[in-house]
Structure formats: structure tokens, C-alpha cells
């Protein structure tokens, strides 16, 4: 399928009109963060090889990088299984946390149980 609006239509939104991307770093499959596209953020991303999401606290859209430098080029866009949700596969520069660390899952341990320890 080679139109854009045609893989566009195969994403599922949520009531709101976003859709939940995961985004990964494309080498090392690192978890980056997590956050929101629209269809026009989507339509985007896959035509510009630059990730672009909608903002739900500021309503509107983000290139990621444009204010900070730490930019996401887009090595790879994947819809899941129920096509409600996105991975994004990106080459990022810099973190990608607007903490400033690496990835916005680096801070908080919730202690799970490992369920592949011997017990």
C-alpha cells in the first residue's frame, strides 16, 4: 500500500482522534517515550521522515526537536495488531525526555515482581 491516506485509514483513533505511539530507538530497540498522533501528525511523520505528535496539554502540534535539538528521524512507522496503536522506530539525537534524560522511563521503579525469578 503505497498512498498515505490509505495507511492513514488503517489506524484506529480513539474517541479524541489520537492513537498512542510508542517510540523506540531504531538500533537498540530502547523505549524512548510515550505520546499522541492525530491523523495530520501522522500524515507528518510518514511524509517528512520527522517525528510529529499532538501535544494534548498545549493543543497543537510538536516536531520533536525544533525548540530543544534533540530531533527524531524516522527509521520505521509499525501499526499493531488491533491498529490502535503505533510504534515508531527512530534515530534520535540527544534525550529524548523533556526531563533531559535518555528515555521518560528511566526514573520511577515500581518494584514489580520479577515473575522469571526462582522462588
Known amino acids: 500500500m503505497s498512498d498515505v491516506e490509505d495507511r492513514i485509514s488503517l489506524v484506529a483513533f480513539n474517541s479524541d482522534g489520537l492513537a498512542p ?3 523506540q530507538q531504531w538500533d537498540t530497540r530502547e523505549v524512548l517515550m510515550l505520546a499522541w498522533m492525530d ?3 501522522l500524515r507528518r511523520t510518514l511524509t517528512t521522515g520527522r517525528a510529529v505528535y499532538w501535544s494534548r496539554s498545549r493543543q497543537e502540534y510538536w516536531r520533536k526537536g525544533d525548540t530543544s535539538g534533540h530531533i527524531q528521524v524516522v527509521r520505521e ?3 499493531d495488531c488491533d491498529g490502535d ?3 515508531l522506530r527512530v534515530d534520535q539525537t540527544g534525550p529524548a525526555c523533556h ?3 535518555r528515555t521518560c522511563f528511566d526514573t520511577t521503579d515500581l518494584g514489580a515482581v520479577d515473575g522469571g525469578a526462582s522462588t
Open 21 to 23: 505511539v510508542i517510540v
Open 39 to 41: 491523523a495530520e501528525a
Open 77 to 79: 512507522a509499525r501499526l
Open 85 to 87: 496503536a503505533i510504534l
Open 99 to 101: 526531563t533531559g534524560t
